[in-house]
């Protein structure tokens, strides 16, 4: 975490300079005044999140979650995890702190895993765009071509994987 701060203080002051060379102190005010109203947004946004996920986390028991885990156990439970990751909103530093909830309830590794493969293969949210941007048969295109993809890998993690990766401290559950 260290190492990411300080390149990204390096990176920041280079592009201080630059603005700066570039464009003198109006710029490099400019720069910063942009960069307080993204951090606004993105705070209020980010925020929203984790109120919306430590609702969700206690609403949701683990004795509701492994009464969905025997219903959609396997194979079902695969698709069922791919789909959902497909039409959870947000990005990534909503559903991975989401995802942290329930490996903590006891969800099994391969249906997480197969979970974030169907957020960042389908994200559904993102189709609307897709077709605005290329054409609606490309975009059909790319998703019938893409949609084996998070199952073939919740599948393959279920049966190469049980336990995770190894070092890690992810187990697979008696009966799930």
């Known amino acids: 975490m260290r190492n990411t701060i300080v390149g990204l203080a390096t990176a920041s002051a280079v592009m201080l300079i630059?603005?700066?060379?570039?464009?003198?102190?109006?710029?490099?005010?400019?720069?910063?005044?942009?960069?307080?109203?993204?951090?606004?947004?993105?705070f209020l946004l980010i925020f929203s999140a984790f109120l919306l996920i430590g609702q969700l986390q206690k609403l949701i028991s683990s004795e509701m979650i492994k009464v969905w885990l025997k219903k959609y156990s396997g194979g079902k439970g695969v698709i069922f995890s791919s789909l959902a990751g497909g039409l959870f909103p947000g990005g990534p530093y909503i559903f991975?702190?989401?995802?942290?909830?329930?490996?903590?309830?006891?969800?099994?590794f391969y249906l997480l895993l197969a979970f974030i493969s169907g957020k960042q293969t389908y994200d559904f949210a993102r189709l609307p765009l897709e077709i605005g941007l290329i054409t609606p048969w490309l975009a059909l295109l790319r998703n019938i071509i893409?949609?084996?993809?998070?199952i073939i890998v919740g599948l393959f993690s279920k049966r190469f994987l049980p336990g995770g990766?190894?070092?890690s401290d992810w187990?697979?559950?008696d009966g799930l």
């Open 96 to 108: 991975y702190p989401f995802l942290s909830g329930f490996k903590k309830k006891g969800i099994p």
């Open 165 to 167: 990766f190894a070092g």
């Open 146 to 150: 893409t949609l084996p993809v998070p």
């Open 171 to 173: 187990e697979e559950r």
């Open 18 to 42: 630059l603005a700066y060379f570039s464009g003198g102190m109006p710029l490099v005010t400019d720069g910063l005044m942009q960069a307080g109203q993204t951090t606004t947004r993105a």
